[in-house]
C-alpha cells in the first residue's frame, strides 16, 4: 500500500497549490477534493452553496472525500490530496482522518488567507469578519485532526512544498532531496 498525504487547512492557505507542487516533487497523483465535489455536483461550489444549501454542499463533500480516500488507499502509487477547508466540520471525516498517517495541516495566517481567498467567489469569504471568525472557530480542529503542521507565514509555495516533502520523506523513512 503506497502512502496517501492529505493537505488539510483554512480557505487560502495554498492547499491546491502546495498539493500539486509537493506531488510534483514526489512524483506522487494529486487529487483536489475540492474540484471532484464540483465534478460530481455538476456545478461549481458558489452555484451549488447558492442553489442546494451549505448542508447538500457538505454532504456530498463528505461523500466524495470518503470515496477519495479509500480510492488513495487502494493506490498502488503515492498520492497527495487537498481536501476543501471545511471538509474536516464532519464527524466522519474526521474520524476517517483518524486512521491516517499523513495529515499535514497549512497554517496560515487570516489576513493572508483572505488576500488569497476572498474575492474569489468562495461563499465563505465574501467578508472578512465573518471569515476571522469560522478561521478562529475552526483553528482547533484542523489542530486536532493534523499530524503534521507548516507554518505557512511568509513562505512562497515552493518554500511550502519542499518542507513539506522533507516532512513527508521523513515520516515515510526517505532521505530528503536537499535543496531540489
Ligand atoms: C470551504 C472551503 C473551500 C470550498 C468551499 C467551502 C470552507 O475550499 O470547499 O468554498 O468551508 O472552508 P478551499 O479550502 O479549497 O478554498
Not at 503506497?2 to 510534483?24: D, H, N, R
Not at 444549501?53 to 470518503?66: I, L, M, Q, T, Y
Not at 471545511?86 to 496560515?108: I, P
Amino acid at each position: 500500500m503506497a502512502p496517501t498525504v492529505i493537505l488539510i487547512g483554512f480557505m487560502g492557505s495554498g492547499k491546491t497549490a502546495v498539493g500539486e507542487c509537493l506531488a510534483e516533487r514526489l512524483g506522487w497523483g494529486f487529487i483536489d477534493a475540492d474540484r471532484e465535489v464540483e465534478r460530481n455536483l455538476g456545478m461549481s461550489i458558489p452555484e451549488a452553496f447558492r442553489s442546494k444549501g451549505e448542508n447538500f454542499f457538505r454532504g456530498v463533500e463528505e461523500d466524495v472525500v470518503s470515496r477519495i480516500l479509500e480510492k488513495a488507499a487502494a493506490s498502488t502509487e503515492g498520492m497527495v490530496v487537498s481536501l476543501g477547508g471545511g471538509a474536516v466540520t464532519s464527524s466522519g471525516t474526521r474520524e476517517r482522518l483518524k486512521r491516517e498517517q499523513l495529515v499535514m495541516l497549512l497554517d496560515e495566517d487570516v489576513e493572508t488567507a483572505f488576500q488569497r481567498a476572498g474575492g474569489g467567489g468562495r461563499p465563505l469569504a465574501a467578508e472578512l469578519e465573518r471569515f476571522r471568525t469560522l478561521y478562529e472557530e475552526r483553528a482547533g480542529v484542523y489542530r486536532e485532526a493534523a499530524g503534521m503542521i507548516i507554518d505557512t507565514r511568509g513562505k512562497r509555495i515552493k518554500a511550502v512544498a519542499q518542507e513539506a516533502e522533507a516532512m513527508v520523506r521523513e515520516k515515510i523513512g526517505e532521505e530528503g532531496t536537499a535543496g531540489a
